[in-house]
């Protein structure tokens, strides 16, 4: 089974250039989660999804930050401009819901020059 | 803070040493969960045990639950050195926060051939 896929990998742009992650879930879990990695900080919660519509959005850091679900099956976290302080390892993770095991993806890269 | 909080920060031992790791949270929860991640990867579960559960045992896991004293312990009994890691602690909450995962900030294990 494929597990959760994100694309890119690794990504280096330059300040004040948009950045568009991208996430498949797992097929059948109605739950996916965006989280943002540093070392500063850890692992922070930036929004998750439930059915596709956005139920916590609390942790996104700010405007620059957007996330769309488009369908079940397809997922998408912007940053525009993109700033150096950006720069961590983003993942997205997703889950049948309710609080119960959540997959997480191999994770992008991001370095923001 | 609803995120649960690892001790210790770091663990450092022999291979074929047992290796604790505990885990405290501050609100009551429907789940905690164990993960581990190894460097530049996403965190991949290892165990789940229910608010009602006390103790659970998965190959050489052993996870404790007291809710009493809302903390939780991974064991890692023979440890070996693939199973050097970071392990985190996730509470899944009642309620409204149903749905996420609170993260902490992990313990860093190291075990040494």
């Known amino acids: 089974d494929a597990g959760v896929i994100q694309s890119p990998r690794h990504e280096v742009t330059e300040m004040g250039q948009e950045v568009t992650l991208r996430c498949k879930p797992i097929?059948?879990?109605?739950?996916l989660f965006w989280y943002r990695q540093t070392m500063m900080r850890g692992l922070e919660l930036l929004i998750y999804?439930?059915?596709?519509?956005?139920?916590?959005d609390s942790g996104m850091p700010e405007d620059r930050f957007s996330a769309k679900m488009p369908n079940a099956s397809f997922s998408t976290l912007k940053i525009q401009p993109s700033e150096p302080r950006d720069s961590a390892v983003y993942f997205c993770?997703?889950?049948?819901?309710?609080?119960?095991?959540?997959?997480f993806g191999p994770g992008t890269r991001l370095l923001v020059l | 803070s609803q995120q649960g909080e690892e001790d210790p920060q770091a663990l450092s031992i022999q291979e074929g040493e047992n290796a604790t790791m505990n885990c405290s949270y501050k609100?009551?929860?429907?789940?905690l969960q164990w993960y581990r991640q190894n460097s530049g990867r996403g965190l991949v579960h290892l165990i789940l045990?229910?608010?009602?559960?006390r103790e659970k045992h998965s190959g050489r896991l052993r996870v404790t639950l007291d809710t009493s004293k809302k903390s939780s312990s991974l064991l890692i009994t023979a440890s070996r050195a693939a199973d050097t890691a970071s392990y985190f602690c996730?509470?899944?909450?009642?309620?409204?926060?149903?749905?996420?995962?609170?993260f902490g900030r992990g313990t860093q294990l190291t075990v040494w051939p």
């Open positions: 993770a997703s889950s049948t819901g309710g609080g119960e095991t959540q997959y």
């Open positions: 097929s059948g879990h109605n739950s």
């Open positions: 999804f439930n059915n596709n519509v956005p139920i916590d």
């Open positions: 609100t009551s929860i429907n789940n």
């Open positions: 045990i229910r608010s009602n559960e």
């Open positions: 996730a509470t899944a909450g009642r309620g409204s926060t149903l749905g996420r995962l609170y």
